[in-house]
């Protein structure tokens, strides 16, 4: 998307790292595994935290999460953690690492009951984005079951705010304000 002129408020201009992920990345449809994957060890990571404090990790977090192998990163055992949580290049939260790993073994279970976990996410909505504007809410009726049955399921940190900020990044809800240049380019 080149040409981008007019981006959501929440754009820190003086980060490029920034204004690239906002300009192609979030909000756009999301329906590879792997990434669905990322973004929700990311979005857990955040949690307390700010999207841009963790975007500026995010390389790093790729290297020691072994690319967010979701079948590696279920492997992780205690030696692995400490790995992690003596790493200043990650966010080194005791109970955010080991959510991660919890995460992914949930994550591999739902893949083996859905055929993917893209097929269990937008089955929620039909497989169709949802419109609103990223100032409405911070959490939402589809944020509310899908954190539910997520926890219900196992998985840590995925209250309905990091869930809500979760379906804004992959696109299941498409938050870019009217104001944005992405707005109508990602439907």
């Not at 906002?22 to 990311?42: C, K």
């Not at 870019?176 to 109508?184: P, R, S």
């Amino acid at each position: 998307m080149s040409g981008i002129v007019n981006r959501c408020s929440w754009v820190n201009m003086k980060n490029a790292l920034y204004i690239q992920y906002h300009d192609t990345e979030w909000g756009v449809p999301q329906h590879s595994d792997q990434m669905l994957f990322e973004l929700l060890i990311l979005e857990g990571f955040q949690a307390g935290l700010s999207w841009e404090c963790v975007l500026n990790k995010r390389e790093h977090f790729r290297r020691v999460y072994d690319s967010f192998d979701v079948a590696k990163v279920s492997r992780y055992d205690e030696k692995k953690m400490q790995e992690l949580l003596s790493d200043p290049g990650i966010i080194r939260n005791r109970l955010k690492v080991s959510a991660s790993v919890t995460n992914a073994r949930v994550f591999l279970q739902i893949q083996a009951e859905f055929g993917s976990f893209d097929a269990y996410l937008w089955g929620f909505t039909g497989g169709k984005t949802i419109e609103e504007s990223y100032d409405l809410r911070t959490t939402s009726p589809l944020s509310d079951q899908i954190s539910k049955d997520l926890k219900k399921r196992g998985m840590k940190f995925v209250g309905s705010t990091v869930i809500y900020s979760y379906l804004q990044a992959v696109g299941v809800i498409n938050g870019h304000g009217a104001e944005c240049d992405c707005h109508q380019a990602v439907r």
